[in-house]
């Protein structure tokens, strides 16, 4: 079984920064996704950013000049640096690791801007 267990989420003021980590505790093979997705209330949960099996990254349009998706192989580890934060991005983030035949959750970490 896969665990994904996040840290790093917090208060912060707008315009300042987080950095989101997740460590996967099993096999991210074979691997389709891994990445971020974000849940505000009342609002459907949505794709931030996710490295691709091919090497590509993928953002939600509001983040791709501010957040950057990356990976630590030698430590299985998927952080998101998010910079420029605004009150808009609050919300619960949630680690995703995709599988060819499976999908697994982080539990989810609370992120607030606040003005």
């Known amino acids: 079984q896969v665990q994904l267990v996040e840290s790093g989420g917090g208060l912060v003021q707008a315009g300042g920064s987080l950095v989101l980590a997740c460590e996967i505790r099993g096999s991210i093979n074979p691997l389709l996704a891994m990445g971020w997705y974000r849940q505000a209330p009342g609002n459907p949960r949505e794709l931030v950013a996710v490295i691709t099996a091919g090497g590509g990254k993928d953002y939600h349009r509001s983040v791709r000049d501010r957040f950057t998706v990356s990976s630590d192989d030698a430590k299985n580890t998927v952080y998101l640096h998010m910079n420029s934060l605004k009150p808009d991005d609050t919300a619960t983030y949630y680690c995703?690791?995709?599988?060819?035949?499976?999908?697994?959750w982080g539990q989810g970490i609370q992120v607030t801007v606040s003005l």
């Open positions: 995703n690791l995709r599988r060819v035949r499976d999908n697994f």
